[in-house]
């Protein structure tokens, strides 16, 4: 696990530094004076702990500059936790997909909560990466890893599946892929399997992801899709929204 501590303050960076330590002793630590400095490392971090206010260049423009970066490589977002003494930016942290935001002085017990569930989704994120379903496209069994599914389909007999690849169609029920898929799936409509991980955006009629599709969310189950988003969420689920 590799973590980057961008920060001006030198005491600021050595305590954020022992907080991390004594959660994750063997983690990765690099620490940063400014964002100019981190970018032009040109590593990428499991999680990036970043100054608001920093001299230089501003922890949101070094957080923009990251999202770029990754979007143009297709790689998934890395986490992003903001530090400040001020609350005045808060609303822009949204804007690059911000983790949590902590304020200065850092609080102990704050930061143990958010830096626990920050692992929780790493692991989340690690452990998607190797489960896939087994799919018959073609006449071939290939192999779907479900960190690359947006989302699956149905239309008529067969089921569509959506990946950062592509579309393949196969022959299937919805119900055994809903089985398949497990927790990180939510069947929205009859018609649509969604992968939480991809979801960008909802509202009580409609599922966006990050593919910039959107999906019928069924009346009947907006109040059910948020307490199961909800809960994805707090056990360590990505999340984009």
Not at 62 to 78: V, W, Y
Not at 156 to 182: D, F, P, R, W
């Amino acid at each position: 696990m590799k973590i980057a501590v961008c920060d001006d303050d030198r005491t600021a960076r050595e305590h954020i530094i022992s907080l991390i330590g004594k959660q994750a002793p063997n983690a990765d630590i690099t620490e940063f004076s400014d964002g100019k400095e981190m970018l032009r490392s040109k590593e990428d971090f499991d999680i990036s702990f970043l100054d608001m206010e920093m001299g230089g260049i501003f922890g949101l423009d070094t957080a923009k500059q990251i999202r770029s970066e990754q979007e143009e490589k297709g790689s998934a977002k890395s986490i992003i936790i903001f530090v400040t003494a001020h609350g005045k930016y808060m609303n822009d942290a949204f804007d690059v997909s911000a983790f949590h935001y902590l304020m200065k002085p850092i609080n102990e017990e704050k930061f143990r909560s958010v830096f626990d569930r920050a692992l929780k989704e790493l692991s989340a994120a690690e452990e998607s990466a190797r489960l896939y379903i087994l799919v018959k496209s073609h006449g071939a069994q290939q192999r779907v890893y479900l960190k690359d599914i947006f989302y699956i389909e149905s239309a008529n007999k067969k089921v569509i599946i959506h990946t950062t690849a592509g579309t393949l169609e196969s022959y299937g029920k919805m119900e055994e892929l809903e089985q398949m898929t497990g927790y990180s799936f939510y069947r929205c409509h009859r018609c649509y399997l969604v992968n939480m991980e991809k979801i960008a955006s909802y509202s009580a009629a409609a599922i966006q992801v990050t593919n910039g599709d959107k999906l019928i969310l069924a009346q009947k189950k907006y109040a059910e899709f948020v307490r199961r988003y909800m809960k994805y969420a707090k056990e360590g689920g990505i999340v984009n929204v």
